[in-house]
């Protein structure tokens, strides 16, 4: 339960938008909290966004205004809006799942493989 496989990464202008994709596969029952962390070269992973399953909904402040994350809990998927996209937003994207509750009970920190994102001109 709970592979977690992101799209939707790529190459983009600045002021241009992307929209990434994050969807848990397996028998899942409920996901917790679902949020986007980037890391960019050299730097640490941070947090970007994330969202309960109930909508509490968190932002990194260089992301607010921007980014808009949602899911549709039906599909265990998290997608993550971007708009007016800078520079600096040039990172690798990783979808996390924090607690997954499936057969095998409760299950914690599900990761995806990581989407490229690059702002440039």
């Known amino acids: 339960q709970g592979q977690l496989v992101e799209s939707g990464g790529g190459l983009v202008q600045p002021g241009g938008s992307l929209r990434l994709s994050c969807a848990a596969s397996g028998r899942i029952f409920r996901i917790n909290e679902m949020g986007w962390y980037r890391q960019a070269l050299g730097k640490q992973r941070e947090l970007v966004a994330s969202m309960t399953d109930n909508g509490d909904t968190n932002y990194a402040d260089s992301v607010k205004g921007r980014f808009a994350i949602s899911r549709d809990n039906a599909k265990n998927t998290v997608y993550l809006q971007m708009n007016s996209l800078k520079p600096e937003d040039t990172a690798v994207y990783y979808c996390?799942?924090?607690?997954?509750?499936?057969?095998?009970?409760?299950?914690?920190?599900?990761w995806g493989q990581g989407t490229q994102v690059t702002v440039s001109s």
């Open positions: 996390n799942a924090d607690r997954i509750w499936g057969p095998a009970g409760w299950t914690y920190e599900h």
